[in-house]
């Protein structure tokens, strides 16, 4: 059991950005958003199955790799966090 906890603090420890100081989304990687203008990398990439809308990157064979702690999504050639920065538009 102690194992499965440690693994699942690191595994949200390392699914992206720190959240800003204020609470509030500023538009980088994995940060909510509502809309691409809400995104510095103009990039809002909603994935139905894990229940987030995230701010993200296109990614793909001849695209920068994924940062650390996210993958990409080939279905929708965007990088995926395993879970969205914790932050309020």
């Not at 510095?40 to 994935?47: A, E, G, K, R």
């Amino acid at each position: 059991m102690r194992v499965l906890v440690i693994v699942l603090v690191f595994a949200t420890a390392c699914a992206g950005n720190s959240p800003p100081a204020s609470g509030r989304c500023t538009g980088q990687l994995f940060q909510a958003c509502a809309e691409e203008h809400d995104c510095s990398s103009m990039v809002c990439q909603n994935f139905p199955a894990e229940e987030f809308q995230v701010c993200s990157q296109f990614c793909g064979p001849d695209l920068p790799a994924c940062p650390d702690g996210s993958e990409c999504d080939a279905t929708v050639g965007a990088c995926k966090p395993a879970a969205a920065d914790d932050c309020t538009l």
